[in-house]
């Protein structure tokens, strides 16, 4: 038996089930599908969770990159939205955000597809909105 045979076939998300919400109507871009936009609010949302979660506090986004769009969002889909925390800075946490769909309706119900990942940089801040440290652990 080769490597290759070793290897999963079915993908899954990584990191933690953070944020779960359907997508409705009211998401829709002009043609139909679920917008660009509101999905990328949604990762933003979970990325904030995570990280706010270590900050034991406020954070704010300064950056996203290596975002990929996989496959359209339709009404009606449940959206998962995984975190995992990749790397922690003096004020800085990088997290890995993935976007899972279940589409309705599906005869697996178990079976999800990946449909968006991105990195995003948060950084810790306090009451009135300057970056400060993040605690350790």
């Given at each position: 038996?080769?490597?290759?045979?070793?290897?999963?076939?079915?993908?899954?998300?990584?990191?933690?089930?953070?944020?779960k919400?359907a997508?409705t109507?009211?998401?829709t871009?002009?043609?139909?599908?679920i917008?660009?936009?509101?999905?990328v609010?949604?990762m933003?949302?979970?990325?904030?969770?995570?990280?706010?979660?270590?900050?034991?506090?406020?954070?704010?986004t300064?950056?996203i990159?290596?975002m990929?769009?996989?496959?359209?969002?339709?009404?009606?889909?449940?959206v998962?939205?995984?975190?995992?925390?990749k790397?922690v800075?003096?004020?800085?946490?990088?997290?890995?955000v993935?976007?899972?769909?279940?589409?309705?309706?599906?005869?697996d119900?178990?079976?999800?597809?990946?449909?968006?990942?991105?990195?995003?940089?948060?950084?810790?801040?306090?009451?009135?909105?300057?970056?400060?440290?993040?605690?350790e652990?």
């Amino acid at each position: 038996m080769s490597n290759v045979d070793n290897i999963e076939d079915i993908p899954s998300p990584l990191g933690e089930l953070t944020l779960k919400i359907a997508a409705t109507p009211q998401d829709t871009n002009i043609y139909g599908d679920i917008a660009g936009g509101w999905l990328v609010s949604q990762m933003d949302l979970a990325a904030e969770i995570s990280a706010g979660k270590l900050a034991k506090g406020r954070t704010a986004t300064v950056a996203i990159s290596e975002m990929d769009f996989l496959c359209p969002v339709r009404i009606g889909s449940t959206v998962g939205i995984y975190t995992h925390v990749k790397e922690v800075g003096h004020s800085s946490i990088s997290v890995r955000v993935e976007a899972w769909i279940q589409p309705p309706f599906e005869s697996d119900e178990q079976e999800m597809f990946k449909v968006s990942d991105a990195k995003f940089v948060m950084v810790a801040i306090d009451g009135n909105g300057r970056i400060r440290a993040v605690p350790e652990s």
